[in-house]
């Protein structure tokens, strides 16, 4: 399979899908406290304790796939600038509509559930949910529209921060990517060590803008990767999934643990390498349910955790189990609808805002053969999205 040079590459998109999924059972399961305690580091009961301090933890290791969602981003928006020439002025408002729309729309989402749904801090309940437990106030509330310092009410808004961060400095990415693209592993791996060195040294913008670039060096030596073979392919997977859990897996003391977070984006790097470059993780990911996750991922993103909290406040807390029962099927519809009724129209409007903005000649006949074409019904049914879309 070849990439084409203006498309999207598809299988990226049920890896994003993917990753969604896994954030969201891991919101529901600590909605239960012996999973919410596992999360912190505390006493784990000896009969789940497998599902925490293994590698199986991959199925609800939440952080690591907003780690993956960062490497994917910086991949995906770097590669499009790198091929072709970037009409930075049109990128920034176009860019800034598609994140804050849905942003604005899932909070006011939040503010409902949280305000029909009180959320009481009750000793029974998991850790997790009580954390929760915050007062409404109208410097909180800016704090989540503005995306400058998100509340607990949306939790998972906290990544958008720096994803909006990162879509601002894109073209210093670009640059980096571009003028290392014949050493691209090294700036991903220097890239990852700045991303570990950003924890001791408490420079958040280090830790996270870092991992966007492991992802913008990947696009930068996409071309130059090779089609990975069946069997390597087999053996990255498994090594990159011990790599993604082990900072649950790996003893804490044990020699070389402080480059865990290293160890995790690079395993994360390999994931988005595996997605586009071997074949059957490829016809995996491009199947109906991996590309349908993906297409609702964001959505899916943006409201899950209030979802997830409010049904946790209502289950009684003898039964904790109904809980991520019932937020699974429900956060996937909430997510249906989201995507249907605020993030395709945000996506629409951040193309008109995009193309009134367009000083490209090439853009505006463009759109001259567009409308034509959707004048007498010669445009087809569906439109060809970007590799820029996320």
Known sequence: MRDRPAGRIGSLDGLRGVAAAVVLIHHSLLTIPSFANGNLHLPVPESRSWLVYTPLHVFWAGGEAVFVFFVLSGFVLTLPALRRTQDWIAYFPARLVRLYVPVVASVLVALVLFLV???????????????????????????????????????????????????????????????????????????????????????????????????????????????????????????SVLGLTCGWWYPREAPGAVFGSTVILLSAAVLVVLA???????????????????????????????????????????????????????????????????????????????????????????????????????SGGHRTPTPTDP
């Open 117 to 239: 749904v009180p959320r009481t801090g009750d000793p029974g309940e998991s850790a997790w949910v009580a954390r929760h437990a915050d007062t409404l106030s109208l410097h909180g509330l800016v704090g989540d529209l503005t995306l400058l310092s998100p509340t607990r009410m949306n939790s998972p808004l906290w990544s958008l921060t720096w994803e909006v961060a990162f879509s601002l400095l894109l073209p210093l990415f670009v640059s980096i990517a571009a003028v290392t693209r014949r050493h691209w592993w090294i700036t991903a791996l220097v890239a990852a060590l700045l991303s570990t060195a950003g924890h001791p040294l408490r420079l958040q913008w280090l830790t996270y803008l870092s991992m966007f670039l492991v992802g913008s060096a990947v696009a930068a030596g996409w071309e130059r990767i090779p089609q990975v073979r069946r069997l390597v392919g087999w053996v990255l997977l498994v090594v």
């Open 276 to 378: 586009g470059k071997w074949l059957p993780a490829e016809r995996v990911l491009l199947g109906s349910v991996p590309r349908t996750l993906g297409r609702i991922s964001f959505s899916l993103y943006l409201v899950h955790e209030p979802i997830a909290v409010s049904i946790a406040e209502l289950v009684p807390d003898a039964h904790p189990w109904i809980a991520p029962l019932l937020t699974t099927p429900l956060a996937l519809v909430a997510a249906v609808f989201f995507a249907r009724f605020v993030e395709l129209p945000a996506h629409r409007l951040a193309k008109q805002v995009s193309r009134r903005l367009s000083g490209d000649p090439s853009a505006a006949r463009g759109r001259r053969a567009a409308g034509v074409a959707e004048a007498t019904g010669t």
